[in-house]
Nanobody, 126 residues
């Protein structure tokens, strides 16, 4: 059974940090890129970051670039999203999703995901 489990969300004050985790199982981790999305109330889902654990390709949306770092622990089949300098606009449910890699290096694009996990809530207070 394929599972993507996002965790690490919570309530944090503006300026604070959180590290989100996405634990993957049920598929060959190295064959997939892991993407992070978020959806705030009343807003469309937004792709925020991507990593290809097999070749190290990473990508950040403008909204998080410079204050976020995506990384992977391939031994644990887990991807992390470290988010710093959080602000209330970062409040959202954060999801991780997987897409099979078809090119090397992988080209990140926030569409056509093969698997989705349940989200984790991030709330940033002002």
């Amino acid at each position: 059974e394929v599972q993507l489990q996002a965790s690490g969300g919570g309530l944090v004050q503006a300026g604070g940090s959180l590290r989100l985790s996405c634990a993957a199982s049920g598929f060959t981790f190295d064959d997939y890129a892991i993407n992070w999305f978020r959806q705030a109330p009343g807003k469309e889902r937004e792709g925020v970051s991507c990593i290809s654990p097999s070749d190290g390709t990473t990508y950040y949306a403008d909204s998080v670039e410079g204050r976020s770092t995506v990384s992977s622990d391939n031994a644990k089949n887990t991807v992390y999203l470290q988010m710093n300098s959080l602000n209330p606009e970062d409040t959202a449910v954060y999801y991780c999703a997987a897409i099979v890699i078809v090119t090397t290096p992988h080209v990140c694009g926030f569409y056509g995901m093969d698997y989705w996990g349940k989200g984790t809530q991030v709330t940033v207070s002002s």
